[in-house]
């Protein structure tokens, strides 16, 4: 089984600071690991994932994860903060499992910009 | 193009009514997926096809029926709504079940039960 802890509901950064959204995760086989936005009345996008490569983790807007085993963590950063990046922010894991695999969401992070 | 797109958007009816959200993807994938997200965002996953065939199916009341026709298209029934039902519905999909594959969604079903 799979869980996701986002620690922080919400998260304020004024325009150009530094975003940093926690998720640390659980899992009884190899996790991969997903950061999707979710923008006011939309559906959800994905921004990066990680699939066991590289531990640092690139995505689109700026957005950069790194997956830490010893922790169980996979933080979502953005080093300067952009009034567009207002949004709902959800980490998920999955794992290998035989054709089974599915999604297990955190309960988000809604992330205000303050300009 | 619109890849994962729902009908409708919004959707209001009384309790104990039947009602249907349809969900189509251009997208040429395998795998579909509806999603419940409560007030508070928690999303979950409902029910997962691949070619047509039901591969996830979670905790959900018998009064949800998925229906997939085709590939490219996969319906939700919902029988005597309850209050409780009330919540955004996303459809999603992949190009199969394999755990990396990126889930597209569709921009959601807002279903109020009054």
């Known amino acids: 089984a799979q869980s996701v802890t986002q620690l922080g509901s919400h998260v304020s950064v004024s325009e150009g600071a530094l975003v940093l959204l926690r998720c640390n995760y659980s899992s009884s086989v190899p996790p991969y690991l997903f950061w999707y936005v979710q923008y006011p009345n939309q559906g959800l996008q994905l921004l990066l994932k990680y699939t066991s490569a590289a531990t640092l983790v690139k995505g689109i807007n700026g957005f950069e994860a790194e997956f830490k085993k010893s922790e169980t963590s996979f933080h979502l950063t953005k080093p300067s903060a952009h009034m567009s990046d207002a949004a709902e922010y959800f980490c998920a894991v999955t794992g290998s499992n035989f054709g089974n695999e599915k999604l297990t969401f955190g309960t988000g992070t809604r992330l205000t910009i303050i300009p | 193009d619109t890849a994962v797109s729902q009908t409708p958007k919004y959707l209001v009816t009384q309790m104990g009514n039947d009602k249907s959200i349809k969900c189509e993807q251009n997208?040429?994938?395998?795998?579909m997926y509806w999603y419940k997200q409560d007030s508070k965002k928690f999303l979950k996953i409902m029910f997962s096809?691949?070619?047509?065939?039901?591969?996830i199916n979670e905790t959900v009341p018998n009064r949800f029926s998925p229906k997939s026709p085709d590939k490219a298209h996969l319906n939700l029934h919902i029988n005597s709504l309850e209050l409780g039902d009330s919540a955004v519905y996303f459809c999603?999909?992949?190009?199969?079940?394999?755990?990396?594959?990126?889930?597209?969604f569709g921009p959601g079903t807002r279903l109020t039960v009054t």
């Open positions: 999603a999909s992949s190009r199969g079940t394999v755990a990396t594959y990126e889930q597209y």
């Open positions: 096809y691949n070619n047509k065939e039901l591969i």
């Open positions: 997208l040429g994938h395998d795998t």
